[in-house]
Structure formats: structure tokens, C-alpha cells
């Protein structure tokens, strides 16, 4: 870690990425263009949408499974090299671009979504692992909680803006308000291009880089590097069952964030007001989540609050798949008129409160257990491990789906984090940091 600790300004440079990047995990992830192209773009004679839910799942699997190969090899260049902001960069330009050429997606074209799906998704993703190995530069150990949060809650806000913004002038998710709703490709692109500005304004590339005589020989590198860290890995124990448990924790996320708005549509059967207000009601308590799990991380440790997380994280899936039944008992029970979507709503907070907290507690983990010199390398093994993950997660649920429902297939997410919390329980904190201050080449 640097010496000089990062200025305000700076910490808001690096959280703005997070900000701008929101927008399109909400827009073309989460809340719009999965349902558009589950039910628009693909479509199902049968009203079930089961192929579309499987193949919006196997477009973003190819995007993490690209992002498996390459996250670690980059990183161990950029740690060479000292070119984060460059990398940083061509992702997030690749990002704007492939992103706002989902406007020439019309229904049926399934195989240009598919792939213009795979290289955006990548390219936000990947980037992902390049923003958050500054973090280690921007405050002391003891501070990297609150700051991980602070982005983290930052991004959150930066998608609510987004994704009320878009709802707000492009309407609904339907094929007669298709030629409006298709916008939302470009709009999420443009959001992404103005809001990332101050980050690379801002933010500064520290370490002194090296260079090689050919650019191949920067490839032959970082294989080599990712070689030796990854047989290394075995000193930093508690960093190799952090790196476990998240894989576990972000199957379920990433199944969370690809298909909630999914499930409300299908199972749930949500009105649009309703869908609406269950994302402003999520942004609002991941965004507080953050913040307050930061807070609470750099008093009590990152691994306890992560620890929490998880077991919020098992009570809400459960609350998820019961949530048609919590309705019919409170009407059946106390003659409450409680519909099925405005129950949805209220286990909506407490996904919600974790959502943000989950990561950020991951992330800070990660910054405080990798050795210096080699934290982009090992943010890349983060990005890694966590699209391995969403390959695990987003391939699981969709074939469940199609075997049982989506109701029933959402249940395989209780079960990953509870694996995800078992696997936790073994790490130490303070040896970790030991093992991350001591020689590993």
C-alpha cells in the first residue's frame, strides 16, 4: 500500500465508478432488459418462458466464464506494469459501446442479444476486478471497510438514479411499448460513459510500472505469475477459504441479481407499480446496508459482518420461495388481504439490506488478506472466483427451472449460502492479515 493515503476527492473518483457501473448491472441485468428478453426477445408459446430463462442464463454464464480466463492473467499484468486506469479504461469504453448497440435488437433476434449480451457483460464485469484493486491504496486497513461501503453505497444510489430515470421516460416491459423500451440499451451505455468521468479525472495509478521489449511477452507474463500465485495460494489459507466461501455466496447473487425481477414477473405476477417500488425499496436498503455493515465491519471485523450477511441471506431465499404461501396464511389465518406481491415487497428489504453488504465485506476481505504487490493479481483471482460462481449459479437455476419451476429452483440459493457460510466459519482474520504481511513471492 501506498504511503500517501488517498485524498476525498479521489475516494469519490474511485466510488463513482461504482455509481456509473450500477446503472447497467440494474438496467440491462436486473430489472429491464432480462425481462425484456425473456419474454420479448425470445418469448414462449408456452407462457412459462423457461427457454428464455435458460438462455439468459447461458449468455451470462459465456460473459463469466471469459472473465474466469482472463480476470487473474490481466491482474498479474497490471501488478507488473502498473497500468490499472488502462485497463480500467478499454473495459469500460467496451462496456458503452456493446451496451448501447442493444438498441438494434429486435424480438426474435436471439443469437446477436445473445452475443452482444456476452462481450458488455464481460466488459462491466472484468472491470469490476480492475476498479477495486485501487482499494488497498485509498485508506488503512482499518478503514477500508467504510470505504469499500461508501462505494458500494454510492453505486447503489448511481443505479437508483439510473433505473428511475429509464422507468420513468421508457415505460414498461412490453412488445407494444417495444420500440420506446429498447432505448434502454444506449441509455444505460450513456449513463456509464458521463457518470465514470470523475474516476478517471480523479483517481490516481500508483506503483512504478515495467515494461517488456514485445507485447506478447506481457501474456507469457502473467501466465507465469498466475502459475506461481496460484500453487502460492496455499500459504494464504485464510485468503484460499475466503476465496471459497465467496464463490459459494456469489452463485447465489449473481442467480438474486439475474433473476429477481425475473421471478416477480412469473411467479409473483407483480403489477408494474409494484415492480417499481420494489426497486427503489431495494436500492434504498442495499444502499444502507453498505453503509452500515462498512461501519459495523471496521468495529467488530470483516469476517463476522460477513458471516451475518450470509445467514440474512439464507432467511430471505426462504422467505422468497414461501412468499405466495405467506400470503395465503395471512388471509386464510388472520383474514388479511395480503396480496402476494406486496409480501414480495417486505422480503425485498431484507435481500436488499444484504445485497451490497455481502460484497462489500467480500471485497474489503480480499484488500485486507492479499499481500502487496501482487493485489491486482488477486483482485483478479476475486473476479475469478466470483464468475466462476455466476457460471455455477446462473447454469444451476436454469436447468432447475426447467425441471421444476422457478419457484421451487430458487431454493438452490439457500443451499449455496449456507455453504458459503460453513466454509467461512474456518477462516481467521488476524492470521489472514499476518499471512498477507508476511514474504510470498
Known amino acids: 500500500m501506498s504511503t500517501a493515503l488517498a485524498t476525498r476527492k479521489e475516494i469519490f473518483g474511485w466510488a463513482m465508478f461504482d ?18 428478453f425473456t419474454r420479448i426477445i425470445v418469448g414462449d408459446a408456452a407462457g412459462d418462458y423457461r427457454l428464455g430463462n435458460l438462455l439468459w442464463s447461458l449468455a451470462l454464464a459465456a460473459s463469466y466464464a471469459l472473465v474466469v480466463l482472463t480476470a487473474p492473467v490481466f491482474g498479474a499484468i497490471i501488478d507488473f506494469s502498473a497500468t490499472r486506469k488502462k485497463f480500467l479504461f478499454v473495459s469500460y469504453l467496451l462496456t458503452v459501446i456493446t451496451t448501447s448497440m442493444l438498441y438494434f435488437i429486435a424480438p426474435g433476434s436471439i443469437v446477436p442479444a445473445m452475443v452482444l449480451l456476452i462481450i458488455s457483460n464481460y466488459a462491466y464485469s472484468i472491470g469490476e476486478s480492475f476498479i477495486a484493486s485501487f482499494l488497498t491504496d485509498l485508506g488503512k486497513p482499518e478503514d477500508l471497510g467504510k470505504i469499500s461501503g461508501f462505494g ?66 506481457y501474456l507469457f507474463l502473467g501466465f507465469r505469475r498466475v502459475r506461481k500465485t496460484w500453487v502460492k495460494l496455499v500459504q494464504l489459507r485464510d485468503l484460499a477459504l475466503l476465496f471459497g466461501s465467496i464463490f459459494f455466496s456469489m452463485c447465489g447473487i449473481y442467480i438474486i441479481i439475474a433473476f429477481t425481477f425475473i421471478y416477480g414477473a412469473q411467479v409473483i405476477r407483480w403489477d408494474e407499480s409494484v415492480r417499481v417500488l ?113 457460471i455455477v449459479g446462473l447454469v444451476g437455476i436454469g436447468l432447475l427451472q426447467v425441471a421444476f419451476g422457478l419457484q421451487a429452483a430458487i431454493l438452490f440459493c439457500a443451499l449455496l449460502f449456507a455453504a458459503a457460510f460453513i466454509v467461512a466459519l474456518a477462516l481467521n482474520e488476524e492470521r489472514g492479515r499476518a499471512q498477507a504481511a508476511g514474504p510470498v513471492k
Open 278 to 390: 420494489m426497486f427503489v425499496i431495494v436500492q434504498i436498503t442495499a444502499t444502507l446496508g453498505a453503509l452500515g455493515f462498512g461501519f459495523i465491519q471496521d468495529r467488530i471485523g470483516a469476517k463476522v459482518t460477513y458471516v451475518m450477511t450470509l445467514l440474512l441471506w439464507i432467511l430471505a431465499i426462504i422467505l422468497i420461495y414461501l412468499t405466495p404461501d405467506l400470503a395465503d396464511w395471512a388471509t386464510s389465518l388472520f383474514a388479511w388481504n395480503w396480496q402476494a406481491q406486496y409480501v414480495f415487497l417486505g422480503v425485498g428489504c431484507i435481500a436488499g439490506t444484504c445485497l451490497g453488504a455481502t460484497q462489500s465485506a467480500g471485497r474489503a476481505l480480499v484488500g485486507l488478506l492479499s499481500p502487496h504487490g501482487k493485489v491486482a493479481e488477486l483482485f483478479g483471482f476475486w473476479g475469478m472466483f466470483s464468475k466462476a460462481a455466476a
Open 152 to 217: 458500494w453505497a454510492l453505486g447503489y444510489v448511481g443505479g437508483l438514479v439510473a433505473t428511475a430515470v429509464a422507468l420513468l421516460f421508457l415505460g414498461e416491459v412490453s412488445q407494444d411499448n417495444f420500440e420506446r423500451i429498447r432505448w434502454v440499451g444506449p441509455f444505460a451505455g450513456g449513463f456509464f460513459l458521463v457518470a465514470a468521468i470523475p474516476t478517471f479525472i480523479w483517481l490516481k495509478e500508483r506503483g512504478r510500472g515495467r515494461r517488456l521489449a514485445h507485447p506478447p511477452q
Open 19 to 36: 455509481f456509473a457501473n450500477q446503472g447497467y448491472t440494474l438496467l440491462i441485468i436486473t430489472v429491464i432488459y432480462g425481462d425484456l
